[in-house]
């Protein structure tokens, strides 16, 4: 059986020492002050899929300019305008979108008017969970109460609503960036690394996996650890519910004895086979959903 496994920490192009220092962003209100923990790392890294809105305008001859790459990354000032209806997908590919204290997301829009801005989340680009209206001045977003719990998401969708108010030179939102307070690291880890198949008892490459952890943790400074056990759907649901319980519970104990790790909390849950992120009717997407993923938490 081919063995892999996957991390998903730290981007190639920031230092450790970078991503150890959190970043403060100037809001949109004079007295604002936006605390982004994972410091550049925080903001969305890449377009996924874009429709340009209505009553977009170009130069003279030209057709209206859509660049969302303007998006991402720090906020700059240079503004994607989305046109009367339009949409943007942004995907951050460094670290994922958690339900932490406080508010979790920030929208920066530039110009005069504040366009209301419909925000949703993903987990897998496809299906999203509407978290609500951004509009006037505020800016933030809290998931509190509004997204399962323990569910990280990659992808966040902005799409301008109203039509009533939307015209002028800059018709709808106009976008400069989407940070992220309620960040974390997001390690990945197939079962079949970890683990022979249907126990829980970590195997001597799965330890030699785990202890890769300690430097991703390290380049963090402070941080608290977050362990989530997954299965297929193959067997029972009480069986599986349980088997994932047991290897969260495994990774935890070990994870807890590291030299490296002393002092950092870590905590775990098992999910069984209710939170896939392939279909279970293939072999390939069992072994996706077969898998151990641990949040890597800043803490202040």
């Known amino acids: 059986m081919r063995r892999h496994l996957v991390f998903f920490v730290l981007p190639a192009c920031l230092s450790a020492v ?10 949109r209100k004079k007295e604002q002050q936006i605390v982004f923990p994972l410091g550049p790392a925080s903001f969305a890294d890449r377009v996924v899929s874009t429709k340009p809105g209505a009553k977009l305008k170009g130069k003279k001859g030209q057709p209206p300019a859509f660049d969302a790459e303007v998006t991402l990354g720090l906020p700059d000032k240079k503004a994607l305008t989305l046109g009367c209806g339009g949409s943007v997908t942004l995907e951050f590919t460094d670290n994922v979108v958690v339900d932490l204290p406080g508010n979790d997301l920030y929208v920066f829009e530039e110009g005069p008017d504040v366009e209301p801005t419909l925000v949703e989340l993903s987990v897998d680009g496809t299906t999203f969970v509407e978290l609500g209206r951004i509009e006037g001045g505020t800016r933030e977003v809290d998931l509190a109460g509004k997204v399962p719990e323990d569910t990280f998401f990659h992808f966040v969708r902005l799409t301008d609503v109203d039509a009533r108010r939307c015209g002028g030179q800059y018709p709808g939102a106009d976008l400069d960036a989407v940070g992220v307070m309620g960040a974390a690291f997001q390690l990945q880890l ?7 198949t249907g126990k829980a008892q970590l195997r001597p490459d799965g330890e030699a996996a785990l202890r890769e952890v300690v430097g991703k943790v390290q380049a963090l400074g402070k941080a608290k650890l977050r362990v989530l056990g997954h299965t297929d759907a193959q067997g029972t649901s009480a069986a ?3 088997l994932s319980e047991a290897r969260a519970q495994s990774v935890v104990r070990f994870l807890s004895g590291l030299s490296g790790l002393e002092g950092v909390p870590v905590d775990g849950k098992g999910y069984g086979e209710t939170r896939p992120v392939a279909l279970n009717d293939t072999a390939e997407g069992r072994q996706k959903n077969r898998r151990v993923e641990v949040l890597v938490i800043p803490v202040p």
Request: overall charge negative; cysteine-free; hydrophobic content about 50%.
């Open 240 to 242: 599986n519910s349980k």
């Open 18 to 27: 970078a991503l150890a220092e959190p970043l403060v962003v100037q809001g």
């Open 190 to 196: 197939s079962a079949e690394v970890l683990f022979d």
